[in-house]
């Protein structure tokens, strides 16, 4: 069907139907569109209404998924098939800024801004045939719940099972680990695949409460610093993939978990102003800065360049630790002062899987997964107040290093100490921990603030583990995937030489022990 004929229909449609409720879906919304030389194809989103949110006993239900509205989609529009694929982006961007690499595998590592302008881009090739009043964009978040939904009440658009998701959704469970190609599993009523998981998607609203009551083609409020997500991710648990689960990030936010879809849509197409740095304390490059209620302070680390690893000379220099590497940390960011306790996994988390118990503790038996996701809820709590491009993450293993050695070149940030004899005073160790943690900030920091960073427990790193690059690189997130995650730091049982600030340790991101546990950063590298 050519865009002049189904623009005649819809005009013909709305003029019949008008004062009435239309049905236009066995007219101008049964044929999807192609767009010519992308393969992108968009099924046909038919009017109506349903209930947008989810009733207060819905199982894993979130503040900020009501109050119910009652919405109205007046026109019909079009939404991509499929996520917007790497190829498609190819095509019409000229670049690929995705992670996991794959020309149809969704295109991710790409912001708000840069939906829309892949979106703009598409408007001026089809400029010519579009239908009047219409145009390429994002759907609005009424709009991505209305589709994602096709007609159901459910949890998911296919029930209420979360046993069920996997043959719907590449989600946490399936051990994926990564994206997978689109429209593998199985579609909704409406043809839509892939709306559940795989990567978030980028709607066109800001964030903001919801009306309440009954309104109709909601564009979410005038103003906010987030832009809304919906959908979940290959890396989310189940209740994240939910038809009614919403997100909200900073417009120029980027990760390996966010894509987005094309929709055909007569909705405008905001405008967004150039995000600003926003300072999270009173400058952003000299002071900590502190979660209220949860008594977390992070101290500031500086941008700058240091030598990754240790040389082949170095006491105690295990394999995995060279070669060596010049690396540039290009941006400053915000590290734990201490590592993350147990009243403070308690706060956010509501439960405390640690096997010695105690406040002051640090948090252990918690996997890479476990830590990853109590900085994704500190994101929900901190979303109004984070700077522009930044989130609480871990560090990543480079950051971590540079973090550690606060500027110094031996074995430990203290000094080589080749008797051991300092470490105590810096350290639980196997030599003085006694087999057991110990309450945070009972030895001494590092030049840069941080406790512990030797020794208690082990920390999780944001990378794979993976051989290092050697010349010169900068900000490294280690390789795209992988077995392990990287620990850094030493732990309570080990000896004084794995506690050095070059040695390395890993483990799979599923296990825990009561010698794992992580400090948060707050950092502009993506989450993947």
Not at 301 to 307: E, K, M, Q, R, S
Not at 482 to 495: P, Q, S
């Amino acid at each position: 069907m050519k865009f002049q004929t189904m623009f005649a229909l819809i005009a013909t449609m709305m003029f019949i139907g008008c004062g009435k409720e239309v049905s236009v879906a066995t007219t101008i919304t049964e044929e999807p569109i192609t767009i010519p030389g992308l393969n992108l194809e968009l099924m046909p989103i038919p009017v109506g209404t349903f209930v947008m949110g989810s009733p207060n006993d819905e199982e894993g239900r979130d503040d900020g998924i009501g109050p119910r509205s009652t919405v109205t989609i007046t026109k019909p529009f079009w939404l991509g098939k499929t996520e917007v694929t790497q190829s498609q982006w190819k095509a019409v961007m000229g670049n690929n800024p995705s992670r996991f690499k794959g020309d149809d595998l969704p295109v991710e590592q790409v912001s708000w801004n840069d939906a829309v302008a892949f979106c703009e881009k598409l408007n001026e090739v089809a400029r010519d045939t579009l239908p009047d009043g219409y145009h390429y964009t994002l759907p609005t978040e009424a709009q991505w719940e209305y589709a994602c939904r096709a007609g159901t009440t459910t949890r998911f658009y296919y029930g209420d099972d979360d046993n069920q998701l996997g043959n719907y959704a590449w989600y946490h469970d399936n051990k994926s680990l990564k994206t997978q190609p689109v429209g593998e599993k199985l579609p909704n009523g409406w043809g839509l695949y892939d709306i559940h998981g795989n990567v978030w998607e980028w709607c066109l609203d800001r964030y903001g409460d919801y009306t309440g009551g009954s309104v109709s083609d909601p564009q979410g409020p005038q103003s906010g610093p987030d832009r809304v997500n919906r959908g979940g991710s290959w890396r989310d648990i189940a209740r994240y993939c939910r038809s009614v689960f919403r997100y909200g990030y900073r417009p120029d936010r980027t990760s390996s978990r966010l894509g987005f879809r094309v929709a055909l849509s007569s909705v405008p197409t905001p405008t967004e102003e150039p995000s600003k740095e926003v300072s999270v304390a009173p400058t952003t490059t000299e002071e900590p800065d502190t979660v209220p209620r949860l008594n977390l302070e992070m101290m500031h680390i500086p941008a700058g360049t240091f030598v990754m690893g240790r040389a082949n000379d170095e006491e105690g220099r295990g394999d995995v630790e060279g070669p060596q590497t010049t690396v540039t940390i290009t941006k400053p960011f915000w590290l734990g002062k201490t590592e993350v306790t147990q009243s403070q996994w308690k706060a956010v988390m509501g439960n405390n899987p640690s096997s010695f118990k105690g406040d002051d503790l640090p948090v252990e038996q918690v996997s890479w997964n476990d830590a990853v996701a109590f900085c994704e809820k500190l994101n929900e709590l901190k979303r109004d107040t984070l700077p522009a491009g930044y989130h609480y993450t871990l560090p990543t293993e480079a950051q971590w290093e540079y973090a550690c050695r606060a500027g110094t070149t031996t074995r430990f940030c203290f000094g080589d100490d080749p008797g051991y004899i300092e470490l105590e005073k810096y350290a639980w160790y196997r030599n003085n921990s006694s087999s057991k943690t110990h309450p945070f900030g009972g030895k001494l920091p590092n030049g840069w603030g941080l406790y512990d960073m030797y020794g208690n427990v082990l920390e999780w790193c944001l990378d794979w583990k993976g051989d290092y690059h050697g010349g010169s690189v900068s900000d490294p997130q280690g390789p795209q995937s992988g077995t392990y995650r990287v620990l850094r730091g030493g732990c309570r049982l080990d000896l004084a030489k794995r506690c050095r600030s070059a040695w390395r340790n890993w483990f799979r991101p599923g296990a825990s022990g009561s010698y794992l546990g992580f400090r948060v950063a707050l950092s502009s590298v993506s989450s993947e």
